[in-house]
């Protein structure tokens, strides 16, 4: 997603991060990608992007994929800033591979250790999916 908030934006432009429109619709983009039991191996988690109940790809079951990592580096701008990573689809046809670039935020505190209750940890980030075969 990747949103600058709090800075004055150019003339003749709206301010994203304080437009309540534009919240509301990034909002809406947050259901669309979620975790879930990896597919495979029931073990662990993997990122889902779901479209299959909304927009141009809405009742169409295959508007979705499900991915695991495949490669990663560290965020070019500091530690406190999650990982960039390249994932790959393991079902679902979306999309075969998915980027993660530009991240702010998204490191878990010291304290999270497995087991203890769920906890939210806020980022931002470009994801970019590449050969989808979903048909509209």
């Known amino acids: 997603m990747g949103i600058s908030f709090c800075q004055q934006p150019p003339p003749n432009r709206r301010c994203l991060a304080c437009d309540e429109e534009y ?4 909002s809406a983009y947050r259901r669309f990608h979620y975790y879930v039991p990896n597919p495979l191996t029931g073990v662990g988690v993997n990122p ?5 109940s909304q927009g ?7 508007a979705f994929v499900i991915a695991a990592r495949v490669a990663g580096l560290s965020a070019p701008t500091g530690p406190s800033d999650i990982d960039w990573v390249s994932l790959s689809a393991l079902t679902g046809e979306l999309a075969q591979e998915i980027y993660r670039v530009d991240t702010r935020g998204g490191q878990p505190p010291a ?20 050969g989808g075969s979903v048909k509209q």
Do not use: E
């Open 23 to 26: 919240r509301r619709k990034l």
């Open 56 to 62: 141009a790809n809405a009742g169409n079951p295959n």
């Open 111 to 130: 304290t999270c250790t497995p087991g203890s209750p769920p906890i939210v940890v806020k980022y931002t980030a470009k994801y970019w999916l590449f």
């Open 48 to 52: 889902k992007w779901d479209f299959t």
